[in-house]
């Protein structure tokens, strides 16, 4: 992974070279701490260590004998993005779907549109307990009942030690991949978790935790020696200068569901003891027909992340003959599509607006896997400039327990305080 910050500096938000060299220090601190973390394979730190820890050959066997037109993964936030961003990235001919939301509409339009016979169904959930992501899964269930099909057959489960999912996998004796202790849901894409999905939609798993390894080969006491950490280390010293926002722009198709993937690593992580960065999500060159708008000449409380890959396949742009157009002939989409990205940076810069260039060789496993593990390592570091909990998520915990609580799943205080919620009607 490749980070450029030149264009963070002297912007609107008055970020000067001398502050980032004042916050070194704290960043070799800082990678102490990390360092420690992940020898002792602490709770959450472990996950940067899963280019070494995770075992491709257990995903692999796990994988291995199906032959499905489609995959179906039930999960929900960190137990489904990873996968998605993966498989959406890397294309291919299995047709993935993910099954996270439980919207009854959307959902039984995902049922309709598949051939249950020819479906592989992945569950995944760390806690068993989720939900959304159990109550997705009995309704495949029984849909593929209807349909005449053993789900026992076709049913990966992918979860803890303990929780109703590992339960129902022992009582079946369902295939079950083991989600890695001490790695929290969204920092999980490179574990089990995301590659299932990557290996049956044939994705090579060991190139993707090499690029991970390359990135985490890179992490070092100083931001200007680490990728990742120069990522981390101004976005937050950003942030703390005003930048609430940290708007995340891929100038690549294969990567919108990257920049929802960041989104949730950065809110979900960050966002405690008023401290974080809301996340957006924008797609070049698209959103430069809108949102760029308020990046340039909106508040001056943004960041804009551009990503993209240095090299990509190309479709050349015909000759016309049409007065007015004949500059575009002879080029190509991939050199329009630099143009924009080039355009878009130069005319942020120009304003005074902060950016930073995010640049992968080329949307590949090893690409894919730098730059999942390096957003993840800078998230990481922020959360330790912040002196934030990077690793919890007492918020989202909190919602989950009012609703199951609400449907008669227990005794949780949360869904009192919803019932008392204060009403203007
Ligand atoms: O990052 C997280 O911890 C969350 O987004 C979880 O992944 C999400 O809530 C799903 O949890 P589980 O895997 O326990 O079903």
Request: charged content about 25%; overall charge negative.
């Amino acid at each position: 992974m490749y980070v450029d910050i030149g264009n963070a500096l002297d912007g609107d938000l008055g970020l000067a070279r001398e502050d980032l060299d004042a916050l070194d220090g704290r960043v070799a601190d800082a990678h102490e701490r990390i360092a420690r973390g992940r020898a002792d394979s602490e709770h959450g730190y472990a996950a940067l260590n899963l280019p070494e820890t995770c075992d491709p050959d257990a995903i692999r066997t796990a994988a291995a004998g199906f032959d499905p037109d489609h995959l179906l993964t039930v999960g929900i936030g960190g137990s489904a993005l990873g996968a998605a961003t993966l498989t959406d990235a890397l294309g291919g001919d299995l047709d993935c779907r993910y099954l996270d939301n439980v919207d009854p509409v959307w959902v039984a339009s995902i049922l309709a549109g598949v051939d249950l016979s020819s479906t592989v169904v992945n569950v995944v959930s760390r806690s068993g307990t989720t939900a959304e992501t159990l109550s997705n899964f009995l309704v495949v269930r029984e849909a593929m009942e209807a349909a005449g099909v053993d789900w026992t057959e076709r049913t990966v489960v992918t979860t803890g030690a303990s929780g109703n999912l590992r339960a129902m996998a022992d009582q079946h004796d369902l295939p079950a991949l083991d989600v890695p202790d001490g790695v929290p849901g969204r920092f999980s894409a490179l574990s089990t978790v995301g590659l299932f999905a990557a290996e049956l939609a044939g994705a090579d798993l060991d190139a993707l935790l090499a690029g991970a390894a390359a990135e985490a080969d890179r992490l070092a006491g100083s931001l200007y020696e680490s990728p990742a950490y120069a990522y981390g280390a101004t976005t937050y010293a950003l942030a703390e200068r005003g930048a609430v926002t940290n708007a995340v722009m891929p100038y690549a198709e294969s990567l919108e569901r990257f920049a929802e993937w960041f989104a949730q690593l950065w809110a979900e992580s960050l966002g405690k003891d008023e401290h974080g960065q809301t996340p957006a999500r924008a797609l070049g060159a698209t959103d430069q027909h809108s949102q760029l708008q308020l990046y340039r000449a909106g508040p001056a409380d943004k960041l804009v992340t551009l990503v993209r890959p240095r090299e990509a396949d190309d479709v050349a742009i015909p000759e016309t003959d049409l007065e007015g157009l004949s500059y575009l002939g002879g080029s190509s989409l991939g050199e329009l599509l630099d143009a924009e990205f080039r355009a878009t940076e130069a005319s942020l810069a120009a304003a005074g607006r902060e950016n930073v260039r995010v640049e992968l060789d080329r949307v590949d496993e090893h690409g894919l896997g730098e730059l999942l593990y390096g957003m993840e390592a800078a998230t990481v570091l922020y959360g330790e400039l912040a002196g934030v909990s990077t690793f919890t998520q007492p918020a989202v915990e909190w919602g989950k327990n009012a609703a199951r609580g609400l449907l008669g799943g227990g005794d949780f205080p949360e869904a009192d305080a919803v019932s008392e919620k204060r009403r203007l009607e």
